[in-house]
């Protein structure tokens, strides 16, 4: 059975390890690089985990299958009232289980409960996948699109989905 609860400090070496392998299987939809992240320092890795969702400005939700981490969401609060999920991934074997609608979920709640509006996410545009998830999810286009920075041949599409 997979666990989804908010990352604490000593999931540290599990959120490295599912953040690196997100950015192993899916470079594309980060701005972070994979050696970028992999040259971190552990303190870097469990100042993260250490994060208190609890009247913090930020949330990151972590999907445990017994001592392996196997999703992680991470959400934003915006000056303008938007909570900014600027994470989500989920491990090639537990996709389609339910686990990425429980991330969302998660982080949902947490940007409600600390007063956000809506929330925004951006998304590849050719990721067709994640668009019909999202969008099964309540999430629209708001019409923006952004190129990721050094990698012009990549879109982002903004997405957007009420909170109330």
Not at 24 to 33: L, Q
Not at 54 to 64: F, T
Not at 150 to 161: A, C, H, N, S, Y
Request: proline letters at 3%; one cysteine or more; a negative charge.
């Amino acid at each position: 059975m997979v666990d989804i609860r908010h990352v604490r400090p000593q999931d540290w070496q599990s959120l490295k390890a599912i953040r690196l392998e997100s950015l192993s299987d899916a470079p594309e939809a980060f701005c972070t690089t994979y050696e970028e992240a992999a040259s971190y320092a552990n303190d870097v890795w469990i100042k993260r985990a250490s994060v208190d969702p609890v009247g913090g400005s930020s949330v990151s939700v972590i999907a445990m299958d017994d001592a392996d981490a196997v999703g992680l969401a991470v959400g934003v609060l915006c000056d303008d009232g938007a909570l900014d999920v600027v994470s989500v991934f989920v491990a090639p074997e537990h996709r389609g289980t339910g686990v990425a609608q429980e991330l969302m979920a998660m982080v949902e709640t947490w940007g409600r409960e600390q007063g956000a509006d809506r929330a925004v996410l951006e998304v590849e545009e050719g990721n067709q996948r994640a668009g019909a998830f999202y969008a099964r999810l309540g999430y629209l286009p708001t019409g923006k699109r952004e190129t990721y920075a050094g990698r012009f041949w990549l879109q982002r599409v903004e997405l957007t989905k009420s909170l109330r």
